[in-house]
């Protein structure tokens, strides 16, 4: 079993930065590549960003594109989320989770383990 433990939530006001940082127990995590995404109220939870076993590849969903970093230091399993520019739309909870080997990284079906989730509050 996999536990996948996210932080760095927050509030921040309309042009602020946050980082949020997963941390993943096992011995596996450079072997799986890593997503997060995030939940608004009333709404489905959407792909933000993943990034590929050692890093070298990235993908972003339009809405964050320029604006947030998905990095890995997989010496410390653990996956960050640099958000910056952030604006009001962009409050949701959010949450990171292990993509299945040979899955699509921007289907949440396709991730086999999730965090608990952190809450970003974007005040405007």
């Known amino acids: 079993q996999v536990q996948l433990v996210e932080s760095g939530g927050g509030l921040v006001q309309a042009g602020g930065s946050l980082r949020l940082s997963c941390t993943a127990s096992?011995?596996?995590?450079?072997?799986?590549?890593m997503g997060w995404f995030r939940q608004a109220p009333g709404k489905e939870r959407d792909f933000v960003a993943g990034?590929?076993?050692?890093?070298?590849?990235?993908h972003y969903a339009d809405p964050v594109k320029g604006r947030f970093t998905i990095s890995r230091d997989n010496a410390k399993n653990t996956v960050y989320l640099q958000m910056n520019s952030l604006e009001p739309e962009d409050t949701a909870v959010y949450f990171c989770?292990?993509?299945?080997?040979?899955?699509?990284?921007?289907?949440?079906?396709?991730?086999?383990?999730w965090g608990q989730g952190t809450q970003v509050t974007v005040s405007s």
């Open positions: 989770a292990r993509n299945r080997i040979g899955g699509l990284i921007v289907l949440s079906n396709d991730y086999d383990f």
């Open positions: 096992g011995r596996t995590f450079s072997s799986y590549r």
């Open positions: 990034i590929s076993e050692r890093g070298g590849i990235t």
